[in-house]
Nanobody, 123 residues
Framework: QVQLVESGGGSVQTGGSLTLSCVLSSNMNCLAWFRQAPGKEREGVAAFDTSGFRTTYADSVKGRFTVSRDRVKNTMFLQMNSLKPEDTGMYYC???????????????????WGQGMQVTVSS
């Protein structure tokens, strides 16, 4: 059973920063972050293949959020800067295995999910 364990959520003021972490129990080659605001559908925030060929960000976070990975620790990160109240929500890491890098997208069907953690941005 693949497990994803998240950490790093919390509360910040507008303009602040947070870094989310997600430790994976197995190697996966397509990783992503999603979020869900109250009363809204879940949306993809960022997705990237571990070969480094492509990283995709949602338009709403481009230029503010950055994904990265520590290969040795099998951990993925979401660095969030210039946070806005509309960034508030539950954040989830996700992972899956794909046959080739160009299949790693925000719309990919991710098989494994973290437990979710709350991020609250106050104005």
């Amino acid at each position: 059973q693949v497990q994803l364990v998240e950490s790093g959520g919390g509360s910040v003021q507008t303009g602040g920063s947070l870094t989310l972490s997600c430790v994976l129990s197995s190697n996966m080659n397509c990783l992503a972050w999603f979020r869900q605001a109250p009363g809204k559908e879940r949306e993809g925030v960022a997705a990237f293949d571990t070969s480094g060929f492509r990283t995709t960000y949602a338009d709403s976070v481009k230029g503010r959020f950055t994904v990265s990975r520590d290969r040795v620790k099998n951990t993925m990160f979401l660095q969030m800067n210039s946070l806005k109240p509309e960034d508030t929500g539950m954040y989830y890491c996700a992972a899956t295995r794909i046959s080739t890098w160009y299949l790693c997208k925000l719309t990919t069907d991710f098989n494994y999910w973290g437990q979710g953690m709350q991020v609250t941005v106050s104005s």
